[in-house]
């Protein structure tokens, strides 16, 4: 067999690519990818052996980790830890997550038991992880759950969240996906999270008044905190030591950083970032830009649903980590928050079950209106739409942040002690 | 100071539904020291030598020189004492009438008491009863020592005495001391032997010839010696509402506990192991829990090791629910090995028992499934050993003709090597 070659250059192509990498001619079409083996991250949700690939990022499938393989799951990947809090007020979401979990805490299965070695001394019942299900409400305006979803055994997903009290006036949402198989991701995406929360919430330079100033200090402090994250994740990597030369810890990166009522975003990898408003009649928008093999798919001209349900459409091209591609500059877009609505920043175990933009404002209004009042809290909310994923199915990880912008329901409740991961 | 481990071999997968949790667990003693000598407790050692009528006089002669091998294998310092026993048991060696039933071992003391031997004469029957029930007696008079082990040398059946009265000797003796038996020649009972080392956390074997005798015993006592951490106790904690199906010991030999449990906690159940050489013992641990759903995991076990009231180490045995059959169906290899070893141990006794008592079908068809079995497992030495009992036609479909004219010492030898076990690396 021929490969096929650029029709510009003559250059060998790459199946899934959507320019040619030699003469970054622009195809019209774009190659199947039949060749699992260089397309598609394996179905087993192994990670390929990653590399680094010289000069602007061309998409690329040949070494692509995948945040969530579609296919067949990893032996590993067959149990879940226990059902999650269905009830959607925000005081048993938060009461759920505070309940204490250390050594010594009283059994959740059984009456009579404490945890004492990760499991129950009376009952045998494992112990949750708090790292499975962790929520964080910074301010009542903003708050976010990180779910483990049905079907893994680990939580590799994380949030974090900073916000001052009034509504619109400052917020960072940070959410990183690990990399499934990849070692300790899930220790490297919440150091990650954290590293770029305390970037990003410093005060951005005061008095920047017009619009623009805004937002290029609110890019470049994105692009400081997507720097924070992936020495983060370095340092994860060091630590990890010798299992990490194999398939070293990565995630993905998407934050959203408000300030005086406009929200830009940036992202690296497939975890999402949304601008829902309240009115129908307004328009809803996907702020980040997927670095995967759908979204390549999609920009040759494959259909949403197809391209996304294909195999290796989690396939991700770019991601934080030791041997994450040359360009980490994240993806970014601001949006003006002038009327009412939702900034939604989530992995992909969400958009899995609703991916595009204004089904997703769609599944938001009509969640709210089920929730009555309590719907405009943004931890029911996110709860809510994190019980819809794992309903769903909860394939993957989940994780929900949300900022609400326009009227908040606030929930009357004691001081909560935030899970702690 | 001991240093215990544990590990756990399992498939913690159960299928939708499933109750039943087994496990291999490897616990493994380093650093044990020798008998007596960590300070913690004194250690004693009686050696028992049959002098009943049917020893001979030359089996006398060996007796006493196995009895001189062990006593040189005594270390200094360790508590020490001899029985002769034929239809009662009777102190020799500290010289009854004396102030002390059991004196420490030094230079003089072997000295006097392999003299104190030249008495032993072949007379009298055979009550092993009484033998042990004069062993605790003299233990009893050195509390200090606490770390207690015997050897016994019979060569013929308890026919002076009921098998009532055998049974009350053993229970008695049962936590108060250890005790290897060894089996002289071809006229003793292996399941009666097999009954007073099993409940006594020893051995049974067989010596074919008496000039084996010597070996034997200094290889018993140098082992005895180097256990030097007493009293183990195996600990075993299941969920509340679950069920511990068996606990059995199944390496270096098979030997089932669970009628040995004893209460520690209403969820924790105690089984002596004796005292601990450096070594690994296997143990196989079946418990019963009620199913959970698919996905759901939970602990089935905590298995640990405990001295007195403290725990060495512990191992978790766990259960997942999983709808993978891929998962669910796979055997572990060890817990797979140890239950076919466990159902060939009970073929042989039960296949050897049906032919003593002339029920020749049922001893052909256990005998054939032992045959069948160790043929699967790969195990060489046994399928010999049934060789000499039965005609093999076919081993795999376990097809077997029982032989005429067998070798008695042929079949007792494969009695009493059904429940050793070798152990192959994973």
Known sequence: MTAPTCPNCGAERIPGATFCEACAFEFTDVLPDDTDATTAGPPDGGVAPAQSFPGAV????????????????????????????????????????????????????????HYLDGYCDTCGAKQPDPRDHYIEEPAPWVAGVCDIGRRHRRNEDALALAADTASGSFAALVVCDGVSNSTDSHVASLAAVRAARDVLRKPLPQGVGTKSSIVAAAEQRLADAVAAAEEAVAITTREAGEEAVESPPSCTFVAVLVAEDTAVSGNVGDSRAYWLPDADTSSALQLSVDDSFAAAQMNAGVPRKEAESSTG?????????????????????????????????????????????????????????????????PLALAQALTDFANESGGADNVTVALARVGETHTVEAPETTKGTP | MAQFTAEIFQNEFLPDGGTDVHAIVRVTCRGAGQAGQTGLTDAAE???????????????????????????????????AVIAGNHVGTLVFPYPGGPQQMVRMDQSTRQAAIASMQSFRADGGTAMGTWLTKAREVFATVPQASQRHAILLTDGANEHETPDQLTRSIHDATGVFQCDCRGLGDRWQVDEVRRIA???????????????????????????????????????????????????????????????????????????????????????????????????????????VALGD?????????????????????????????????????????????????????????????????????????????????????????????????????????????????????
């Open chain 1, 58 to 113: 061309p998409v690329e499938a040949a070494a692509t980790p995948v945040t969530a393989p579609r296919g067949e799951e990893s032996p590993l990947d067959v149990g879940w830890t226990g059902p999650v809090a269905s009830d959607t007020g925000s005081d048993a979401a938060a009461n759920g997550a505070a309940a204490a979990t250390g050594e010594g805490a009283a059994c959740r299965q059984c009456s009579d038991g």
């Open chain 1, 313 to 377: 459409a989690h396939a991700i091209t770019r991601w934080l980590g030791v041997d994450h591609p040359e360009d980490g500059a994240p993806h970014t877009r601001e949006v003006d928050l002038s009327e009412d609505g939702w900034v939604l920043v989530c992995s992909d175990g969400l958009w899995n079950y609703c991916s595009d933009a204004s089904d997703l404002q769609r599944l938001v209004h009509e969640t709210v209106e089920r929730l009555g009042d309590a719907g405009r809290n």
């Open chain 2, 46 to 80: 009686i050696i028992i030598v049959d002098t009943s009528g049917s020893m001979g006089e030359s089996g006398i002669v060996q007796g006493r020189n196995a009895a001189t091998a062990a006593l040189n294998e005594i270390t200094d310092g360790t508590w020490f």
């Open chain 2, 198 to 304: 099993s409940a006594l956390l020893g051995t049974v074997d067989l010596i074919p010839a008496p000039q084996a005798m010597a070996a034997e015993f200094q290889s018993l006592v140098r082992k005895s010696m180097a256990r030097g951490v007493a009293n183990v106790e195996l600990r075993v904690w299941t969920p509340q509402g679950a069920q511990t199906l068996f606990v059995k010991q199944v390496a270096p030999n098979l030997e089932d506990l669970t009628s040995r449990r004893t209460v520690v906690n209403p969820l924790t159940a105690g089984y002596p192991t004796g005292a601990w050489a450096d070594e690994s013992r296997d143990y196989h641990v079946a418990v019963r829990l009620s199913a959970k759903s698919v996905g759901q995991e939970q602990l089935a076990a905590r298995v640990q």
């Open chain 2, 310 to 426: 403290e725990v060495q180490t512990q191992a978790l045995v766990k259960a997942t629910w999983s709808n993978d059959e891929a998962l669910t169906t796979r055997i572990d290899d060890q817990v797979a090995r140890y239950t076919g070893k466990a159902e060939l141990a009970q073929m042989i006794q039960d296949g050897l028992a049906a032919k003593a008592a002339g029920r020749d079908d049922d001893a052909t068809s256990k005998l054939g499934r032992a045959v069948q079995l160790a043929n699967e497992a790969g195990d060489q030495e046994m399928t010999s050993r049934l060789r000499k009992v039965v005609d093999i036609d076919n081993a795999e479909t376990g097809t077997v003709r029982l032989k005429k004219g067998v070798d008695r010492l042929d079949e007792m030898a494969l009695d009493t090597a059904s429940t050793k076990t070798t152990r192959v690396r994973k």
